[in-house]
């Protein structure tokens, strides 16, 4: 198969990466970058219909697969949400609801919103779209609209290619992780925030809340949102509410029967090497508190290993160098992203979306799942 659709060209760009440098058994670029014919001049109508006819015939899926999870599409002449909504929905994907958002995000045109709106000088670090989670979405789309002077990339990093490394770098830790997952607790406060990594109760949980209720309904509406997706809460004294997941996070990618990672540990733990609280009391130069996530049953992830993985992603991690109008196409459980400081005005706007069957469990995870829908609904973490 062409490393391509119909009006497109295969382009390279500096630090592409190949996929059998993750474990994959053939090699092709990663990712995958595709720019429209010089000849091909197309309108939106055009470009959403030429995606969509690669869509439909599955060859930008297979393409995607092949190429480690990933695909840039440039040339395309997207200027304004609503264009980039019509172009991804192309795909063809069911949109994704979120349920507990921690990051800020502004809806701008349907199943369109900004990427995470936290400070601009702060870097995200690798992470899979809600990791944490057993609701998550299976695909990612971004579009960028505007290019700052100065920074801005988005890294990708191969889920992959990181199970792989630590299973023969870190071979005892590898089997931590697939035994007991990790341990996430998320706190959120009554007032928004400006922030990266966290959002208030109200815009996590509070969507069927309404003007006038009080505040027994308006716990008991947050309480059916959490239990959603967890059984572990807990309502503090000051009306904060701390929700606690514990999921696999060593899983099986079903369309490569591959291992992959699929969490935000390494995100959590460069958050907290950032701020110089990698030891506790976790508190950092920001004087806020960011302890790390845990191995499931509670007990403290050694730093080596948090410090060994975070470097392993970093290693590999490629950067999107956004041009205007560029979209990039993620399998969210193949493909980890994070994000560069800037300076100057950045457009990166992004999609959730849904598509059952392409993650599952091993045994391990299948036993960490179960022991989740067993805890009681009982209004207390553990």
């Known amino acids: 198969m062409a490393s391509t659709i119909p009006n497109f060209v295969p382009i390279t760009?500096?630090?592409?990466?190949?996929?059998?440098?993750?474990?994959?058994?053939?090699?092709?670029?990663?990712?995958?970058?595709l720019k429209a014919n010089e000849n091909w001049n197309p309108t939106l109508d055009e470009a959403v219909a030429s995606i969509k006819r690669a869509s439909e015939s599955d060859e930008i899926f297979q393409l995607v697969k092949s190429h480690g999870g990933a695909v840039l599409l440039r040339g395309l002449p997207i200027k304004t949400p609503d264009d980039y909504s019509r172009v991804a929905h192309a795909f063809g994907f069911q949109a994704h609801e979120e349920v507990g958002r921690p990051p800020i995000r502004t809806v701008l045109a349907p199943n369109v919103k900004t990427a995470n709106e936290g400070p601009p000088e702060l870097p995200i670090w690798p992470h899979n779209e809600y990791g944490w989670s057993i609701v998550n979405p299976a695909w990612?789309?971004?579009?960028?609209?505007?290019?700052?002077?100065?920074?801005?990339?988005?890294p990708i990093i191969s889920s992959i290619g990181l199970a792989n490394a630590l299973q023969k770098r870190a071979p005892v830790f590898y089997e931590k992780l697939l035994a007991q997952g990790v341990r996430y607790v998320y706190r959120y406060g009554r007032e928004q925030v400006q922030s990266n990594t966290g959002a208030?109760?109200?815009?996590?949980?509070?969507?069927?809340?309404?003007?006038?209720?009080?505040?027994e309904t308006i716990r008991e509406?947050?309480?059916?949102?959490?239990?959603?997706?967890?059984?572990?809460?807990?309502?503090?004294?000051?009306?904060?509410?701390?929700?606690?997941?514990?999921?696999?996070?060593?899983?099986?990618?079903?369309?490569?029967?591959?291992?992959?990672?699929?969490?935000?540990?390494?995100?959590?733990?460069?958050?907290?090497?950032?701020?110089?609280?990698?030891?506790?009391?976790?508190?950092?130069?920001?004087?806020?508190y960011h302890p790390p996530p845990t191995y499931g049953d509670g007990t403290v992830i050694e730093n080596e290993y948090l410090e060994l993985a975070l470097n392993i992603a970093e290693e590999m991690q490629v950067d999107v160098e956004w041009e205007e109008g560029d979209v990039v196409l993620l399998d969210n459980y193949a493909v980890m992203h994070s994000r560069r400081p800037w300076v100057g005005k950045r457009t990166v706007l992004a999609a959730l979306w849904d598509q059952e069957g392409r993650i599952d469990d091993f045994p391990e995870g299948l036993k960490i799942l179960a022991e989740r829908d067993q805890t009681g609904a009982t209004g207390n973490a553990p």
């Open 221 to 288: 509406k947050v309480e059916n949102e959490v239990r959603r997706h967890s059984n572990r809460f807990e309502w503090h004294e000051d009306g904060s509410l701390s929700v606690t997941h514990i999921v696999p996070i060593i899983r099986k990618h079903t369309s490569t029967g591959q291992k992959t990672w699929f969490g935000n540990l390494t995100s959590a733990y460069g958050r907290s090497r950032h701020h110089g609280a990698t030891e506790p009391p976790y508190r950092g130069d920001d004087d806020s």
């Open 140 to 154: 990612l789309t971004f579009s960028c609209l505007a290019v700052p002077p100065t920074g801005g990339a988005t």
């Open 13 to 33: 760009f500096a630090g592409q990466e190949r996929t059998r440098n993750f474990g994959y058994e053939e090699d092709h670029a990663f990712p995958l970058a």
């Open 200 to 215: 208030s109760i109200f815009a996590a949980y509070g969507q069927h809340i309404e003007s006038g209720d009080d505040e």
